[in-house]
RNA sequence: GUGGCUGUAGCUCAGUUGGCAGAGCAUCGGGUUGUGGUCCCGAGGGUCGCGGGUUCGAGCCCCGUCAGCCACCCCA
């Protein structure tokens, strides 16, 4: 075949078999975060380019190469989103949403775009869930944001998940330590990566990211040493280290697990304070299903005033391919399928119409033969069929048939409503609870 | 952005040293024009991802390109 145009790369396209669970996820994610008091909010799918790049860092990897820049024809500077925070914000501040109240609870879901080399779960648009709680600065608003991010996961049947949590303190501590490590591992620069002595000009805190056994045996050695390799956290001040062990006290509380990870660095440059990820081992290297922090630092970045804010984003396309691997699936509403013949085809085609008021009904729209009608109806696994035969029209009635029994009973046209609703009945609650 | 592997029917895949493009499943038709899923018989469906090159001859060899996948970078 050989078809003219594909998707482009990095793109896909969902089929019916592949949104009916997406449909499910979103439904049920839909309902924790109305749980939780959340609100939606949603933002356009591009901005100003200077909106990201301001926000995310102009060093941060999205910026200098991941972003859908483009320009319109009123010679715009605009990007594709590559994350939901900094639109949200941007939002927040253009409705004065924080004179209105102190506290705000916002999520949004959608594509958004990132330019990389695809793989398996990592496309050019992919799908985020995104929550935002902005107006407080309260380890409980982490604790809070925490535990609506591991509730979600756990709405679509993920168990055992642990959450990896650190404090990244604040830019100040935070490059006061990456020239900590700088100093520190200035003199094994030999020993190291290529990728982690550009990471030690770039990035310090990345190096202790590394998955170089040679970097890890490094790293070791300078833990065991005299001067020791030294934590974020013990790095922090007063009071985010108040902070971090007030939010690690809460999730406690809370019953949220949770594993301090020292190594945990987040991409972009306004995170504050808490940070967070939950990683599936099952879709290899892109193992990331989710992450957060807080981001104290934002609000004010954009010319707002000072405002905290906890959220986090949720990888959908990932989450889901991990549902998909292990056979997950939302139940199928049983259908009724309406068989007719040539003589009761017109009277049939009123009574399907007005059974799909209320009922899930297939029916044949070409005219085949009623063998061929009986064939399609067993292979689509409706559970009841509906025959209208002509003699039986004639007495006003028609024939119900229960696939899986196989069994049959005749049926009054003016009860038929009636019974399909007892036999089916709880059926329409099934696919979205 | 770096390195590597792979593209044959709707799907999963065979295809010998270069010699007429195949199977299973799926689809459609018939056996069965008033009772399906099983079974039997049959049919349709391919510019072998695309473009170029080598050759009497290319699915197979060479180059390019597009796409997918794997590992990095980074992240969801």
New binding site residues.
């Given amino acids: ?2 078809p003219r145009h ?1 998707a ?3 793109t896909r396209d969902l089929l019916p078999a592949d949104t009916r669970l997406w449909r499910w996820a979103e439904a049920r994610a839909l309902q924790v975060l109305e749980r939780y008091g959340f609100g939606e909010l949603r933002s356009p799918m591009f901005e100003e380019y200077e909106l990201f790049a301001r926000t995310a860092g102009e060093s ?2 999205v910026v200098q ?1 991941e972003m859908y820049r483009f320009q319109d024809l009123g010679e715009r500077d605009l990007a594709l989103r590559p ?1 939901f925070t900094a639109g949200v914000m941007r939002a927040y501040l253009e409705h004065g949403l924080g004179g209105r109240a102190r506290v705000h609870r916002l999520w949004s879901m959608g594509p958004v775009f ?1 330019y ?8 050019r648009q ?1 799908s ?1 869930i995104n929550a935002e709680l902005v107006g407080s600065a309260a380890p409980g608003a982490d604790v809070e944001v925490i535990s609506l991010f591991v509730d979600l996961y756990e709405a679509w049947g993920f168990r055992d998940l642990t959450v990896l949590i650190n404090s990244v303190g604040q830019p100040a501590s935070r490059r006061a330590y990456g020239e900590r490590l700088r100093e520190l591992l200035a003199p094994f620069a030999e020993r190291l990566s290529e ?1 982690s002595r550009r ?1 030690l000009e770039q990035n310090p805190l ?1 190096v202790l990211d ?2 170089s056994e040679g970097d890890l045996a490094v790293l070791a050695e300078l833990r065991e040493s005299g001067a020791g390799l030294p934590r974020m956290i013990d790095l922090l001040d007063t009071d985010d280290r108040a902070h971090w062990d007030q939010v690690l006290a809460g999730l406690e509380a809370a019953g949220v697990a949770v594993e301090i990870d020292h190594g945990l660095v ?2 972009l440059d306004y995170y504050t304070r808490t940070a967070f990820e939950v990683h599936d081992r099952s879709l ?8 957060g922090g807080r981001y104290d630092g934002l609000i004010e970045m954009l010319g707002g005033p000072p405002t905290p804010g906890v959220g986090f ?3 959908l ?2 989450a889901l391919l991990v549902l998909e691997e292990r056979g997950t699936a939302p139940p199928l509403a049983d259908t009724v399928c309406v068989v007719a ?1 040539d003589s009761t085809r017109a009277a049939a085609q009123a009574l399907v119409r007005r059974l799909r008021r209320e009922f899930p009904v297939e029916a044949d729209v070409e005219a ?5 009608q ?6 689509s696994g ?1 559970r009841l ?1 509906v ?1 209208v ?4 029209w004639k007495q006003g009635v028609v ?1 119900l ?1 229960d ?2 029994t ?1 069994t ?1 009973q005749s049926v009054a046209v003016d009860r038929l409503a009636d019974t399909l609703r007892g036999l089916l009945s709880g059926q329409e609650t099934q696919g979205g609870a």
């Fill in positions: 075949m050989a594909q482009p790369r990095g941060s990897d190469k994350e990132r990389g080399r695809p793989q398996k779960g990592r496309y992919f985020q990728d990471r990345r590394t998955k987040r991409g290899g290297a892109q193992s990331a299903l989710g992450g984003a949720i990888g396309d990932r013949m085949r033969a009623f063998g061929a009986m064939k399609a109806a067993g292979k409706a069929l025959i035969g002509e003699d039986e024939a048939k696939s899986r196989g049959q």
